[in-house]
């Protein structure tokens, strides 16, 4: 018979939850700031607490219809909850093993540590600032990079004035840290 008929599981289609999973470095340590720890766990009690019940409630809705083949409530609220539960499983492993860093420890140093805000410049004059943060949190379009991501291994423990080496698949370039802030300890 041809594959074309036959009937995928929630097994077959529920994919492996590492492979989803951005790389962590050697040791699993997964840095995060106490904002981005923030975030994510929000999002966790968000999807169980809010968002996976009202999926139950309508899965269990659409299965009382009877024919539950063609029950599209039915058929769309358990991909749904698929998703949630996958969603809940990964924020749950990086949870369990984040590492909370508060950059505003390091406020008036002039060394990168996790958390900077480095402004360097290129070879070619060309200044940028980046800012270092967890794998989970970093967003490169608003200048944020992963703290294991090759700019950010470059800039680790250099100071302002130093001169560092970045090796990306363009070959390397020496870059000058210029600028390192840290943000201010907000009052507890």
Same mark, same amino acid.
């Given at each position: 018979?041809?594959?074309?008929?036959?009937?995928?599981?929630?097994?077959?289609?529920?994919?492996?939850?590492?492979?989803?999973?951005?790389?962590?470095?050697?040791?699993?340590?997964?840095?995060?700031?106490?904002?981005?720890?923030?975030?994510?766990?929000?999002?966790?009690?968000?999807?169980?607490?809010?968002?996976?019940?009202?999926?139950?409630?309508?899965?269990?809705?659409?299965?009382?219809?009877?024919?539950?083949?063609?029950?599209?409530?039915?058929?769309?609220?358990?991909?749904?909850?698929?998703?949630?539960?996958?969603?809940?499983?990964?924020?749950?492993?990086?949870?369990?093993?984040?590492?909370?860093?508060?950059?505003?420890?390091?406020?008036?140093?002039? !060394? $990168?540590?996790?958390?900077?805000?480095?402004?360097? #410049?290129?070879?070619?004059?060309? /200044?940028?600032? @980046?800012?270092? %943060?967890?794998?989970?949190?970093?967003?490169?379009?608003?200048? !944020? $990079?992963?703290?294991?991501?090759?700019?950010?291994? #470059?800039?680790?423990?250099?100071? /302002?004035?130093? @001169?560092?080496? %970045?090796?990306?698949?363009?070959?390397?370039?020496?870059?000058?840290?210029?600028?390192?802030?840290?943000?201010?300890?907000?009052?507890?």
């Amino acid at each position: 018979m041809s594959k074309a008929f036959t009937r995928e599981t929630d097994a077959e289609t529920d994919e492996d939850d590492s492979a989803a999973l951005p790389p962590l470095a050697a040791g699993g340590k997964n840095y995060m700031t106490p904002v981005g720890y923030a975030r994510l766990r929000g999002e966790l009690l968000q999807l169980m607490d809010d968002e996976r019940p009202k999926v139950v409630e309508a899965v269990h809705w659409a299965a009382k219809n009877g024919d539950r083949s063609e029950n599209g409530d039915y058929i769309y609220g358990k991909k749904r909850l698929r998703e949630i539960d996958r969603r809940i499983r990964f924020l749950t492993k990086r949870l369990e093993i984040a590492e909370v860093v508060d950059p505003s420890q390091h406020h008036g140093r002039d !060394q $990168v540590f996790f958390g900077a805000t480095v402004t360097y #410049a290129e070879e070619s004059g060309q /200044e940028r600032t @980046v800012t270092i %943060l967890g794998i989970d949190e970093a967003d490169s379009a608003q200048g !944020q $990079v992963s703290w294991i991501s090759p700019i950010a291994r #470059a800039l680790l423990k250099a100071r /302002e004035g130093d @001169v560092v080496k %970045l090796v990306t698949p363009a070959g390397a370039q020496d870059i000058e840290v210029l600028k390192v802030a840290y943000p201010v300890s907000s009052p507890a």
